[in-house]
């Protein structure tokens, strides 16, 4: 099976930071890759699919590349609703795999 | 108002069984796959199942696979986990997703509140 990981797994930033997170897949997944956002005792919420499509109702401050096995997920200036665990998937076939997750803390 | 709702989590013995329930609103619910994923206290989120839009496409996770069975009620717009011979490692708060499409190999764009199930003596 496909292995996922993410790097940081924290990070500490400022608000109005531009902060870059990654995901790494073990093997080639083209671009089915989606990203995810989740608070403390909330459901997870839904950012970005395709690796770089935005999911509808999303700040324009969130942005997803790559393709393969590297992918990021940047935030262009961080707000303040913006602090919380960020979580990649990879959808290409099953398992569907999330990555351990990266949280922003604040600085 | 497009919606999934979680239920029928609560406190197990080890062995038992538990069937969870998403109900669905809001959408053309034979129009979406759908999944399961939980997380265990304080950890991150695993993917546990998903079933396409038709229901004749399943896949199952390796840690739930042969105790574990998703079905769907398109009639009833709902979605269910049957679980059998739980254990310890199943506590965990589980949640229903919308995949954007009718297959299981999509991303998902809503989910549910989640349903906590605790498998304790």
């Known amino acids: 099976d496909i292995q996922m990981t993410q790097s940081p797994s924290s990070l500490s930033a400022s608000i109005g930071d531009r902060v870059t997170m990654t995901c790494r897949a073990s093997q080639g997944i083209s671009n089915y890759l989606a990203w995810y956002q989740q608070k403390p005792g909330k459901a997870p919420e839904p950012l970005i699919y395709a690796a770089s499509a935005l999911q509808s109702g999303v700040p324009s401050r969130f942005s997803g590349s790559g393709s393969g096995t590297d992918f990021t997920l940047t935030i262009s200036s961080l707000q303040p609703e913006d602090f919380a665990t960020y979580y990649c998937?990879?959808?290409?076939?099953?398992?569907?795999?999330f990555g351990p997750g990266t949280k922003v803390n604040i600085k | 108002e497009v919606q999934l709702v979680e239920s029928g989590g609560g406190l197990v013995q080890p062995g038992g069984s538990l069937r969870l329930s998403c109900a669905a609103s809001g959408f053309t619910f034979s129009n979406y796959a759908l999944n399961w994923v939980r997380q265990a206290p304080g950890k991150g989120l695993e993917w546990v199942s998903g079933?396409?839009?038709?229901?004749?496409?399943?896949f199952y996770a390796d840690s739930v696979e042969g105790r574990f069975t998703v079905s769907r009620d398109n009639s009833k717009n709902t979605l269910y986990l049957q679980m059998n011979s739980l254990r310890a490692e199943d506590t965990a708060v589980y949640y229903c997703?919308?995949?954007?499409?009718?297959?299981?190999?999509?991303?998902?764009?809503?989910w549910g509140q989640g349903t906590m199930v605790t498998v304790s003596s």
């Open positions: 997703g919308r995949q954007r499409s009718t297959s299981p190999s999509d991303a998902s764009d809503m």
């Open positions: 998937q990879k959808y290409d076939s099953a398992p569907f795999t």
């Open positions: 079933i396409s839009g038709a229901g004749n496409e399943i």
